[in-house]
């Protein structure tokens, strides 16, 4: 049952990183026709302003992608020497570290998206986006990867009170570099 949960949200995240990806792209394009405006002489306006919008979100939306597909970046030195069980004690414990610190994250984001939302807060520039535009996908993002992480703890949990410990790896553990060397 954990690992088709697991499965499920890996399809589910490859549709959030295609979402986010052609947004990317989008904003790309937008940017590169801004660039050529500018050799004639002219600009469209705004491109860093929503760059710098377009970066946050596919941040933001982009980690519950990067942790299904083991991509955080995570120091293993003492997990690669140890037994599975050993080695799924230690990765139990990153995702149940890594839930806490997003669900942190996720809470402490909300006041800022309350406050723009409350005084009705733009930005300080030419545009003058209503911050809540961005702000709202953005926790939303956030919340979103807590979710995710959530999910992945428990599945871990659930795994590790069966004493299925290879089946962690899977998909809560560290892609070893010597894997990778040999």
């Excluded at 839930?99 to 409350?118: D, F, H, M, N, Y």
């Amino acid at each position: 049952m954990e690992l088709t949960m697991i499965d499920g949200l890996r399809r589910l995240n490859r549709g959030v990183a295609l979402v986010v990806g052609f947004g990317l792209l989008l904003c790309a394009a937008f940017v590169l026709t801004d660039i050529i405006m500018r050799q004639i002489g002219t600009s469209l306006g705004g491109t860093e302003e929503i760059a710098g919008y377009t970066m946050a979100l596919a941040t933001s939306w982009g980690m519950s992608f990067t942790l299904v597909e083991l991509g955080h970046v995570r120091i293993d030195l003492l997990r690669c020497r140890a037994d599975s069980f050993k080695r799924a004690l230690f990765d139990v414990f990153s995702m149940i570290v890594m839930s806490g610190v997003i669900i942190t994250i996720a809470i402490k984001a909300w006041p800022v998206v309350e406050r723009s939302l409350v005084n009705g807060s733009r930005a300080n520039t030419p545009l003058e986006t209503p911050l809540a535009w961005v702000q709202l996908p953005w926790f939303a993002g956030w919340v979103w990867f807590a979710v995710m992480s959530c999910l992945v703890t428990l599945a871990a949990l659930s795994l590790l009170v069966k004493r299925r410990h290879d089946e962690i790896e899977s998909f809560a553990g560290a892609f070893a570099e010597q894997e990778s060397l040999q």
